[in-house]
C-alpha cells in the first residue's frame, strides 16, 4: 500500500476545483491505480510509458493568423 504526502493530495484536489486538468507521473500499476482513485485524470507510468511522448502531442499548439 502506497501512502500520498498530505500536501500532495491537498494540492491535487485544489487543482481539481479551480477546474484543471491534472496530469501525475508514477512508477508502477499500483501508485498508477492510487492516483486515479485520488481524482488525477490522466497518469502516465513512467515503467510503460514514454513521458515525452505522452505529453508531447497535447503540448503542440497551432495558431492561425
Known amino acids: 500500500n502506497h501512502e500520498i504526502d ?3 493530495f491537498v494540492l491535487l484536489q485544489l ?3 479551480a477546474g484543471n486538468k ?3 507521473t508514477c512508477g508502477g500499476s499500483d501508485k498508477a491505480s492510487l ?3 485520488l ?3 490522466r497518469v502516465i507510468d513512467y515503467k510503460t510509458e514514454s513521458v515525452s511522448q505522452v505529453c508531447l502531442p497535447s503540448l503542440l ?3 492561425d493568423l
Do not use: P, W
Request: no cysteine; glycine share 6%; proline share 0%.
Open 6 to 8: 498530505s500536501k500532495i
Open 15 to 17: 487543482a481539481k476545483l
Open 22 to 24: 491534472v496530469v501525475a
Open 35 to 37: 492516483l486515479k482513485e
Open 39 to 41: 481524482g488525477v485524470d
Open 61 to 63: 499548439i497551432s495558431f
